[in-house]
């Protein structure tokens, strides 16, 4: 008999650890046995008949084992009146029970959905493993991707608590429209956690580095567990960004040949490099990038068969042809103006929306007597000062030993001698040091600025990013209270970790911003939307082939005569190049665009100052 209390005391535990249905079961198992009992005694024990019959009193019981104020109507016998006096006060307690039990059991149900741990169930979606800095703008840029559809999902999976990351997002995005920002909390890292967020059926999977030093090694290990994973059906396309050069051959291995990854540092020291020596190329390139403005659009045009590249290029009423896609996947920017176009070509077209895209009915007219002569472009050296030190540096310094002439100079100004970069022998430039402390005036003063060209001031990466912003700002202070002082004789391009700095930032007038972060964000974003940008975009980062340049309007127009910018596109397309817009100079410093104006109206009046730019696609200027 011991023996089978205990095993019945051991199924009794089993079933209450159960948790609450195992609850709710056991509370309506004795509500109906008391219910059964007490009616069977009212049968036995009273007039049946006069209570309505066993029905009548089944009924009865059940009401007042429900509800205890049912019994304050009761008359009868006094073995009935104790009867229902029974299952009242039984059900006092049964009932109270089952209230704590249902109201301990949705707390904790509440609870565990605010932790993030319920599996998802959607088609269709945008996956984003990671959190940091960066997811703010891919949600935003994914709300803006996502507006002309009637519904989109963006799932966020990451190692934080979920009503942190809800708040976060409310916060600093507000408002996404028509897109669901769907929170999981979990480790990216961890094959039963991916599983929360429905992968089978997502669209595209992105994955973010963290602000973590160790950051490459769980992007690698992600992109492992993504392509080692038995999917079902077709699998998502996959992007994702190292921000060590060294270790995207790694995370290129471990995502596979599907997978697109970027190098976040090499495309950075490129922005650079290409934005000390022209301006204004980070807005261009973030206009390119975000989805607010004008975009890139790779969509056959049946209409233009045959017809080559020059002609396309004045086809169009509203959109600018910048290259062509051939039927093998080869992506050409700005390719020869007597390119065929092929039937199974496809034209990549600089647009505000794809709906917007429209073909001219005939060529618009230009107008002659505004056309400059072509400009004689004698290359000289250059003389550019590197402000502070981190760890992108001698990447550029590289970089620039293959895009300067020959004989150009690039001084390094920081605290510490880098005596490696100095040692190290280069082809066109000549390397030199001194010493300086950038947020000093004095330290400033003492470099002789007015020599160089070209200043550009990096982010320290030693600090944390919100300090290393700050002494950013101060050495940006100094510098242009130098360069008003000096008569303007140099350009200032430097880095910022947080684009929210940008606005405080535009008060010293530096000349272009790189903020890196956002780039590459933006980039991402682009790529997870439409993976055929990623050849375009490879070209555009590319320094050695077609790439963005910024030049003197003055090439193209005769300054203060009025034209079009199809005149432009005209001008541009003898030279070999591609017109995509223009930066108005006055505009530069109080505009959303700071100037920048992509895709214009080609018929529209235009009349060009002597510090205004054309933006064209060139190769080798």
Not at 392 to 417: C, Q, T
Request: some cysteine; aromatic content about 4%; hydrophobic content about 45%.
């Amino acid at each position: 008999m011991r023996r089978l209390r205990g095993r019945l005391r051991y199924w009794f535990d089993g079933t209450m650890d159960r948790g609450t249905p195992a609850l709710i079961g056991w509370l309506a198992l004795a509500s109906v046995v008391l219910i059964v009992v007490v009616t069977a005694a009212v049968v036995a024990f009273t007039d049946t008949e006069e209570n309505g019959g066993w029905g009548t009193v089944g009924w009865m019981s059940l009401m007042r084992a429900i509800d205890p104020g049912t019994m304050g109507g009761d008359s009868g016998s006094p073995v009935f009146l104790a009867l229902m006096l029974t299952i009242t006060i039984g059900g006092i307690f049964i009932v109270s029970s089952l209230i704590g039990v249902l109201t301990t059991g949705l707390e904790n149900r509440i609870s565990e959905l605010r932790k993030g741990r319920s599996r998802l169930i959607e088609s269709g979606h945008t996956i984003v493993l990671g959190w940091s800095e960066q997811v703010f703008t891919v949600i935003e840029e994914l709300v803006k991707a996502n507006e002309g559809q009637r519904r989109s999902c963006v799932v966020i999976l990451a190692d934080r608590d979920k009503v942190d990351m809800d708040d976060q997002i409310r916060a600093r995005v507000g408002e996404t429209g028509r897109t669901r920002v769907i929170c999981r909390s979990g480790s990216p890292l961890k094959r039963v956690d991916l599983e929360l967020v429905s992968p089978d059926t997502a669209k595209a999977i992105m994955v973010l580095p963290s602000p973590d030093k160790d950051a490459d090694v769980d992007v690698i290990k992600a992109l492992l567990l993504l392509n080692n994973r038995a999917w079902r059906g077709a699998r998502p396309h996959v992007v994702a960004a190292v921000q060590e050069s060294e270790n995207l051959a790694a995370a290129r291995l471990a995502g596979g040949e599907s997978a697109i990854v970027i190098d976040a540092d090499d495309i950075t020291v490129r922005l650079v490099a290409q934005s000390h020596r022209q301006s204004g190329l980070s807005t261009v390139c973030t206009d390119l990038l975000d989805f607010d403005g004008n975009e890139l659009y790779i969509r056959p045009e049946p209409a233009l068969t045959g017809r080559t590249y020059g002609e396309a290029l004045s086809a169009y009423d509203l959109g600018i042809p910048v290259g062509l896609r051939r039927m093998d996947g080869r992506v050409m920017l700005n390719p020869a103006q007597e390119t065929v176009i092929d039937a199974r070509d496809q034209v990549i077209v600089l647009a505000e929306d794809d709906l917007l895209i429209q073909l001219a009915g005939s060529a618009p007219a230009i107008v002659p007597e505004a056309v400059a002569a072509a400009p004689d472009r004698a290359q000289t050296p250059d003389r550019t000062l590197l402000i502070g030190w981190n760890s992108r540096a001698l990447k550029l310094i590289d970089l620039l030993d293959r895009l300067v002439e020959p004989a150009s100079v690039v001084d390094i100004a920081a605290p510490g001698r880098p005596v490696d970069v100095l040692e190290t022998g280069r082809e066109n430039l000549t390397v030199g040091y001194k010493y300086c402390r950038p947020t000093s005036r004095r330290s400033l003063e003492n470099l002789d600025l007015g020599g160089y060209r070209h200043l550009v001031v990096l982010a320290d990466d030693e600090v944390d990013p919100e300090h290393a912003d700050d002494r950013t700002l101060v050495t940006l202070l100094h510098l242009r209270d130098i360069k008003v002082s000096l008569g303007d004789p140099y350009t200032i391009v430097t880095e910022i970790n947080d684009d929210a700095n940008r606005e405080i930032f535009q008060v010293t007038k530096a000349d272009d911003f790189i903020i890196s972060t956002k780039l590459i964000s933006l980039l991402l974003t682009q790529l997870a939307e439409n993976r055929h940008l990623h050849g375009v975009f490879s070209q555009l980062f590319d320094p050695t082939g077609p790439e963005i340049h910024l030049l003197p309007a003055s090439d193209y127009l005769v300054p203060g005569v009025e034209a079009n910018f199809a005149t432009v596109v005209e001008v541009a397309k003898r030279r070999g190049q591609t017109a995509i817009g223009y930066r108005v100079k006055r505009h530069s410093d109080h505009t959303p665009s700071f100037g920048v104006m992509l895709n214009p109206p080609k018929t529209a009046p235009l009349t060009f100052g002597a510090d205004d730019n054309v933006i064209v696609l060139a190769e080798n200027l």
